[in-house]
């Protein structure tokens, strides 16, 4: 018999332990089963197990999950173009609290962790005692749940049964029970999970660790080589080594050797490449991992860290990943509420993106191609809405210009008159319309409509802005030492203001250079318009005019950044003293600044900036005429917004160089930077002239 058939006879029916008994003494590093690895069936715990211990996995996970998890998920109806979310329908107020456990965040967390390591997750729909209405529901992940088809040609379920093993499995129908899943060609009626696909790079990684663990301990390889030209005695040999052990063994490793008894050269060892192939191999499992989650290199943390990069990789992981999961789950969630009966038809559950940064168009190419259009003749309303900018009605756009002289088409050319123009009508205004009236509401509609442009001028201009500031926070963090580190976890009370990442008084400067021009064109257009009812030019180069420009606007800039500042310091405070890490800290400071620059926030900002503006522009070309002797002060006409001291201030008048007294302050104009933030910040009021004869 030969040696192989013998060590066969001897292994045939016996364990690992039973051939090898000293094995069973020691703890392994790494084990790895043939029969685990081998099968093709969707092991949840295993997954779940790789995800707690493997550093990989770990984080391309909580990268996907720490993005989805804070996305509000609505029911919405409409098209792409002007999609109106439901936030008071009932669908969206559970999805908004799903539990009385959960917050809509935990749920999606759970369900994104879930979706990512078992391919599937099941949500069970509670509803009310002989009700249809939905009132609760809970997640249930992939190894407590079982699937009993009612035709698998159709892979139509006939129940779902929920068993955890802690107590009595119980049936739910396809009614009660909401299924997302990937598809899995393998089991049509169960999800496929990604990390079905990179459990061998997995496994790899761990074995390439174990090895380097092995390595590091000495892996029975000398770091050195102690050279004596003239030879030595076993003697001195034994004593040398032990010395050597004694002294730079332990706690004194890689101190310096002392060359004594003869000892002429010492020789390092250098690392043999088939000893660092571990190195690369991890490289290779670590760019699987990244690729089959769908998270780029620079997310990930071992990319080309550059500003364009990193910005890029952003953009990716969100169109490539993350928004086809999410409407993933959407497609999913809206076809089993339409099944219920819950969606009407047009309705539909759609994850809320708006707030997203690196969702938002830039449409720079878009403003180019419709200028390049418009001077070739074609309408501006129709450019509009055929390139999809969303921007407000031009008066007269439906009616294609060319660049020379603007002549509508298909007009002839107009002749200069000899006759000089009619004399304006000037009209004398001898008292303000009653409050609430139809008057009122006329004259401060038409006052808020002059600006409108001007409004959605810089309100896109405050959306970049706000957009670089918030790309240069997060590239200053990136940057920094000092914050996403841990330092200040156990000493909450040290932790410093971010000033080296959001530096105010810049920022104030740089708010101010951006929007100087923006705004004082709108004081120019408003009292070019005021002065020709009087049959003068506005003087726009008066310096009293540009100073009290810069006035309102160093009032705005100072409130906004401010506002900013504040809550940047918040979220640093925040994440500081709960010790988290550079990406937490980053994906809190793109909800923070998909706040600011919310179309809300923006307007507010805007419309504020802008009715100083007008007030201003009126105030100044009044002064210029002979004729405007008083002005009118006339309220905001908004129910619930309108401060009161502004309302008791309407019709209030005083000589066109007096101030009004509002709120205990003198204002000179609605809006006058003078008065303190809290009475000029919001409002929205305008005044009226009053003329002599």
Partial sequence: MSIIERILQRARGK?????????????????????????????????????????????????????????????????????????????????????PEMSAEDLWRQWTVDQMLGG?????????????????????????????????????????????????????????????????????????????????SIAIDQLAQAWTRLFFANSARPDYAVIAPTGITKTERDELENMLSRKFGGDNAHKPIILEQGVTDIKTFSFAPKDLAWVEQRQFSRDEIGAVFGVPDEIMGYGRDTYENFATAETVLWTLTIVPLCGLRDGTLTRFFRKTGLLKPGQRIQTDFRNVPQLQEDVTGKIEQLVKLAQQGYPINILNDWLGLGLPVVQGGDVGYLPFGMVPIGTPRPTQSSQPPPPKALTRKTKAPEYGSIEHQMVWKQAQDRIEDKIGDMQR???????????????ALRDDKTFGRGKFVKNPDKIPNPEQL????????????????????????????????????????????????????????????????????????????????????????????????????????ARTTMTGASNLGQQEAWKQTDVVKRKVWISALIPGRTRDAHADAHGQTVGIREMFTVGGEMLAHPGDPSGSPGNIINCLCTMTAEVED
């Fill in 15 to 99: 364990g690992l332990y039973d051939l090898y008994p000293e094995l069973a003494e020691r703890v392994p590093i790494l084990r790895i089963t043939s029969d685990g690895e081998l099968d093709s069936e969707n092991d949840f715990r295993r997954h779940a197990n790789k995800y707690s211990v493997h550093m990989w996995v770990q984080k391309a996970v909580n990268v996907l999950a720490n993005n989805i998890a804070p996305l509000p998920v609505r029911v919405a109806q409409g098209d792409d173009n002007e999609t109106k979310y439901l936030g008071d329908h009932p669908i969206s107020v559970l999805l908004d609290n799903p539990n």
């Fill in 120 to 200: 599937e997750m099941g949500i069970e729909v509670s509803r009310g005692a002989g009700n249809r209405q939905p009132v609760e529901l809970w997640p249930r992940q992939p190894d407590i749940f079982y699937i009993n088809p009612a035709d698998k040609r159709y892979r139509r379920v006939a129940n779902y049964k929920i068993d955890d093993g802690e107590g009595d499995p119980y049936l739910l129908t396809p009614e009660e029970f909401i299924h997302i899943k990937f598809y899995n060609p393998l089991q049509p009626f169960r999800g496929l999970s990604p990390m079905t696909a990179i459990r061998y």
């Fill in 461 to 475: 201009e405050l959306k970049k802005f706000i957009q670089r500031q918030q790309l240069d926070v997060i590239q």
């Fill in 502 to 605: 959001f530096n105010l008084a810049n920022e104030i400067k740089a708010f101010m250079d951006t929007f100087f021009s923006l705004v004082f064109g709108a004081v120019v257009l408003v009292g070019q318009d005021e002065a020709s009812v009087y049959d003068i030019d506005f003087d726009n180069q008066d310096p009293e005019t540009i100073a009290y420009t810069r006035q309102i606007l160093e009032v705005v800039s100072e409130k906004t950044n401010e506002t900013t500042w504040l809550g940047l310091v918040d979220v640093f405070q925040a994440a500081e003293a709960e010790g988290v890490g550079i990406v937490e800290i980053q994906d809190r400071l793109n909800i923070f600044f998909g706040e600011r620059k919310s179309d809300w926030q923006t307007e507010r900002i």
